[in-house]
């Protein structure tokens, strides 16, 4: 817990750290920069909600933003399609070719289902464990395994895909 319940102490801090990568997730959950930012912004006002009752807030934000995004995707989110620019900026040589395979991904993540995308972009993305994303999700060990065998089937049916790989571009 932390030490004055009533204090922000920190929060600016936790906010200048993790917003990146919250960011980042968003967009690999939205597929649109300004969803992704939305959907970070939620997920940062419920934790300054909480932010005096939370021991842990980097686990606390990433539960917020996953399950949040869980929910707007049933709403109505499914009718809208992705936007056409590539909101990342990028340093090296090729920007043409990591644009190509950024919408690639981004394409063929979009065909999943959001409890399947969600699951990929914590476990491999995000580099969570089976447990940890359970927690995250709030659902059993369990059905992480199942959501990422049946997406990663998904995906590896994808032509685009599997010539990606076999080049070596995409791991």
């Known amino acids: 817990m932390r030490s004055?319940?009533?204090s922000p102490e920190g929060f600016a801090e936790f906010v200048?750290?993790?917003?990146d990568s919250?960011?980042?997730?968003?967009?690999?959950?939205?597929g649109d920069a300004h969803?992704?930012?939305d959907l970070v912004q939620v997920a940062l006002v419920r934790l300054w909600e909480r932010w005096s009752k939370v021991d842990e807030p980097g686990a606390y934000a990433r539960r917020v933003l996953y399950t949040t995004y869980m929910t707007w995707w049933r709403r109505r989110w499914r009718a809208e399609t992705p936007s056409v620019a590539v909101p990342d900026t990028v340093t090296r040589d090729d920007v043409e070719g990591d644009a190509v395979v950024r919408l690639a991904v981004r394409a063929r993540l979009a065909r999943l289902s959001s409890r399947q995308r969600a699951v990929v972009v914590l476990r491999f993305f995000e580099d969570c464990s089976v447990e940890d994303a359970a927690r995250v999700l709030g659902c059993s060990t369990g059905s992480i395994k199942t959501h990422t065998s049946r997406a990663l089937a998904v995906l590896r049916e994808d032509?685009?895909?599997r010539t990606l790989v076999?080049?070596?571009v995409v791991l």
């Open 16 to 19: 200048a750290e993790r917003s």
């Open 166 to 168: 076999d080049e070596g």
């Open 35 to 37: 969803k992704a930012e």
């Open 4 to 6: 004055d319940p009533g």
């Open 22 to 30: 919250l960011v980042r997730a968003a967009w690999l959950l939205t």
């Open 159 to 161: 032509a685009v895909l």
